[in-house]
């Protein structure tokens, strides 16, 4: 592993690779602000980045991926999957069923495996979750995950603690 990580930081610097990864599916934010920290990469530099990259895909999902599965389970091939995909999703759907914006951004903003803008995104479209209300939630909830992963990648809780 340590060999593709010095592979690809010849190739790339790191501040572009922060915001590639922080546009993957499951690692998001969650994994681009602790491979900033790891590569040096200043906290008011991964931040956006980071935000930014995580942000990129939301409005297209948003838009197109309602469209997508239903394509999708019209075939007989994909039909299983998107099945499957469209269920897991909304099988998350009772944690948003009281009060979806507050619900929507928390999903997103808490750093656990299974959250993030993309599923976020994905529970808004199944739920029909107006385009306006979904951004603004998934928005606020990429902007508290990254606040939360630097603070706890750059050690800022610790001289948050340390000040008290």
Not at 96 to 112: H, N, R
């Amino acid at each position: 592993m340590d060999g593709f990580i010095t592979w690809l930081r010849s190739l790339l610097p790191g501040e572009v690779v922060a915001f590639l990864v922080s546009m993957l599916p499951i690692i998001e934010v969650r994994g681009a602000i602790p491979l900033a920290y790891a590569w040096g990469l200043s906290p008011w530099l991964a931040m956006p980045l980071a935000f930014l990259g995580n942000m990129l895909p939301v409005p297209f999902i948003l838009w197109f991926i309602t469209p997508i599965f239903d394509a999708l389970k019209r075939t007989r091939l994909f039909k299983p999957l998107a099945e499957k995909m469209e269920q897991k999703a909304l099988g998350k759907q009772d944690r948003l069923a009281k009060g979806y914006f507050w619900g929507l951004m928390l999903f997103v903003g808490i750093p656990l495996p299974g959250t993030g803008a993309w599923t976020g995104a994905l529970l808004a479209s199944l739920l029909r979750i107006p385009f306006k209300v979904a951004f603004v939630a998934i928005t606020l909830g990429v902007v508290i995950a990254t606040l939360l992963m630097t603070a706890f990648s750059y050690g800022l809780l610790d001289v948050i603690i340390g000040l008290f």
